[in-house]
């Protein structure tokens, strides 16, 4: 099995920065994908960012320009980079890694949350 624990999330203002940290433990071996999802209350969970273990990133729209997603493979730690933060972004962070292949696996953390005032 996979464990994700997030940190780095809090409380900012409008246009202001946070870095969300994720680190993997467990059997880490063959995840194809690394990611963060995000959920604010009563609205359904969406994708914020994936970064496939060849580099691939892909973000939602709402966060491009703004938000990077970066792994840190020494450490087994995947990053978000939040710029120019928006009430819009609050919301829980859930870090979340998968494997496609043998064992299949769809792993998630408990989730940092961030709250941007405006």
């Known amino acids: 099995q996979v464990q994700l624990v997030e940190s780095g999330g809090g409380l900012v203002q409008a246009g202001g920065s946070l870095r969300l940290s994720c680190a993997a433990s467990g059997n ?3 995840i ?13 969970r969406e994708l ?6 060849g580099g691939s990133t892909n973000y939602a729209d709402s966060v491009k320009g703004r938000f990077t997603i970066s792994r840190d493979n020494a450490k087994k730690t995947v990053y978000l980079q939040m710029n120019s933060l928006k009430s819009e972004d609050t919301a829980n962070y859930l870090c979340n890694a998968q494997r496609f292949s043998w064992p299949r696996g769809n792993y998630w953390g408990q989730g940092t949350q961030v709250t941007v005032s405006s």
């Open 28 to 30: 880490i071996f063959s």
């Open 32 to 44: 194809d994908v690394l990611g963060w999802y995000r959920q604010a209350p009563g609205k359904q």
């Open 48 to 53: 914020v960012a994936h970064v496939t273990t």
